[in-house]
């Protein structure tokens, strides 16, 4: 049975099984390593059990719920055979290029908008770039053009700068013009 | 514009809020520092890694007639013409109150969205009051550093 190690990276047919990932709060998720492999943290689990990664038994994530977990599986399942995004920057200003996203992509935030910082959480725990650098882009993209304020509601943050703060702020950031 | 609300039970990490920064101008970035206490701290902490503000500056070497625009003024000036988008960088390296000190400079008129007309009617005054040509490039300064602000004056000498 070696080989069905699970260090055959690249094997089509090991894709195609099923895994067992636990959440947080107990639930059970049956997936495709293939699926799950876009998660880099999953698939050096799956790499370093190796050859005593028991299926069934499950890969437990103490860091993501299931109601989060769901929707990163989705994600996962469209991206199973994406290339890895580049990021890029700008080289004077140090600007991140913004991704194009698809369609598909921009439905999918559009639908777990109000999971964005979730989502950008559980990315970054299950290494999962494009997901990560995309929710991240989202976020800029709601910070970009609204007054602190807004952003304040938007993210329930409190306003806890005294108005000598912000007037100093003000004084050192000679362009900002809030 | 969605006013939908995004929250979060946990702290968020720092490492995420960067990132976040990292895809916008300098001028959000800065505007970001009024949301709270922690916000304004991160980026404090963070400000060598986050984005500059991006410049257009002088370089006051004569220019010849048959010398060629540099690349990402022709584009510029295309995007502008065909009334796309154009950088909203371009020309904020000028404090209005500054913009008087450079007289009989040239400046190719590039326009971008991020200002307002009495900025563009200034600029214009020098372009028509010009008399030489010159090169303009870019770079990127961030004007908390002495040092930047030296480069910058060195560059731009007034004729």
Redo the contacts between chains.
Sequence with gaps: MATESANGVSSPELNERDVVITTNDNRNFTVKIGVARVSKTINNMIQDLGESLDLSSGIPLPNVDGPIFEKVLEWCEEHKNAPEIKVE??P?????K?FTMTEWEEEYFRKF??????L??AA?YLEIPSL??YT??K??????????E????????????TEE??AE??R??????? | MSNEQILTKSAIPHEILLNIFQFLIRDEVEKSQLVSKSWNEQILTSYKILPLRGLYILDLTKKSNNQQEPEWVKEQIAKHQAGQPTDPTIFRCFAKEQISMYKNTFISLVQGDVYDESFIEKMKEIVENNEEKLNVFRVALDFREESDVQIFESHLKVC
């Design positions: 920057q700008d004077h200003t140090r600007e991140r913004w908008l109000s999971h964005l910082w979730d950008a959480m970054n990560y650098y991240c882009q976020l800029a993209e709601r910070i970009k053009g609204r007054t602190p807004q952003i304040r509601e938007m993210f329930g943050i409190e306003d806890d700068l703060e912000k702020i003000r050192t950031n000679v362009w900002c013009t809030y």
